[in-house]
Structures are given as C-alpha cells and as structure tokens.
C-alpha cells in the first residue's frame, strides 16, 4: 500500500515554537550514516527531545507528514519506519500509545 500524500495545515506546526530543539544545531537531528559517531549523534539528538515539552506533538506530525530522515519527536527513521508499518498492517496500538513511546 503506498501511503497517501499529506497536505498538511500550517497551524497544525503550532508546537514547533515552543520545541526544545530550537536553538540546537539543525544539523544535530540529521545523523549521516550508522557510524559510531552518527549513533551517538543521534543519542545526543534523542536527549534533547527527552526533555521537549511538546514532543508527543512533533512526533505525531512526523509520523502524519511522513518525514523519512532525521529525528523527530525522540525516534530515529526506523524507529519511526516501525509504526508507519504497524499502522499499515493493523497492529499498530492507539496513537496515544505510540506517541507515548
């Protein structure tokens, strides 16, 4: 099944203002690779969502908006991957549940 495009609304991005990532270095969220240096990037880019107060929100408009590369919302791209084929196959918990990872 080929997921369906997302047109998504700019009011839906409500929460990036107040995202625990602003200030960060952009390029901390895009590791390159699977080198031990890009794993602990993407350790170091994991932390600071740990401590966003709006990371359920980011997370879900990653997963709704089918953003492919980077971290969003505390999961990497498999991780991510992961639910987006849950979801497709039916197995996947409530988004409630998945947001809350």
């Known amino acids: 099944m080929i997921e369906p495009r997302f047109r998504h ?21 895009f590791p390159a690779g699977t080198s031990p240096a890009a794993i602990e990037q993407t350790e ?5 969502c740990s401590r966003c107060d709006v990371r359920p929100e980011c997370l879900r ?3 709704d908006t089918f953003q492919d590369a980077g971290v969003w919302g505390g999961l ?13 196959s ?9 947001i809350a990872v």
């Open 44 to 48: 170091r880019a994991k932390a600071v």
């Open 76 to 88: 990497d791209e498999e991780e991510r991957r992961q639910i987006r084929r849950a979801r497709r």
């Open 61 to 63: 408009w990653s997963l």
């Open 9 to 29: 609304d700019p009011g839906d991005t409500w929460w990036a203002a107040r995202a625990g990532c602003i200030g960060e270095d952009p390029d901390l969220f």
């Open 90 to 98: 039916g197995t996947a918990a409530s988004d409630d549940e998945l």
